[in-house]
């Protein structure tokens, strides 16, 4: 269909591919604009955008493509509508510090672990309960603010304060 289309121009193509994928695009701008109304209204601003522009693609596999330029559509929105934009960040690219080697290598001690463990309960509530979400559970900043109803940067700073906090008490704790 989209070989019909770039070849004929005729819209009625690229129309009927796309209706094939506007519940996935629906369900992807719902998820990042976390809005019904809005993200009804990028799936069609997104077709509206596309048409003109198709021809100036070289498109191999479409619906990652579609996928991709529909995630980039909602975040340039968001960046107009708001600074705060929730994204899914690596927990191994973003987060690396000391204590953690404690969590995930075999060589920590019974003497470390037992630290982690303690220093963990001391932690203030929101710092416990993020670092916990974030690292124990894996979850990304994103889910946990959705989780425990903190703002991302809220996250952001409990974890980043949470992680010092640990650090401290375990250097303390341990020879």
């Excluded at 009927?16 to 009804?40: F, H, M, S, T, V």
């Amino acid at each position: 269909m989209l070989a019909n289309y770039t070849k004929s121009g005729n819209t009625e193509y690229f129309g009927e591919l796309y209706n094939r994928y506007i519940p996935l695009l629906y369900g992807l701008c719902l998820k990042y604009l976390q809005d019904e109304d809005r993200a009804q209204e990028a799936v069609m601003q997104l077709f509206e955008d596309l048409l003109p522009k198709l021809a100036h693609y070289e498109i191999t596999a479409f619906k990652p493509w579609l996928y991709k330029v529909a995630k980039n559509h909602c975040l340039q929105l968001l960046r107009k509508g708001n600074k705060e934009i929730l994204l899914d960040y690596d927990i191994n690219v973003m987060e690396s510090d000391e204590f953690l080697h404690l969590l995930y290598e075999e060589e920590s001690t019974e003497e470390q672990l037992q630290a982690l463990h303690r220093c963990l309960k001391k932690l203030p509530d929101d710092q416990r309960v993020s670092i916990t979400y974030f690292f124990l559970q894996e979850m990304s900043y994103a889910d946990v603010a959705q989780q425990t109803g903190f703002t991302l940067n809220n996250v952001k700073s409990f974890i980043q304060n949470g992680k010092r906090n640990l650090k401290n008490c375990i250097q303390k704790q341990t020879p």
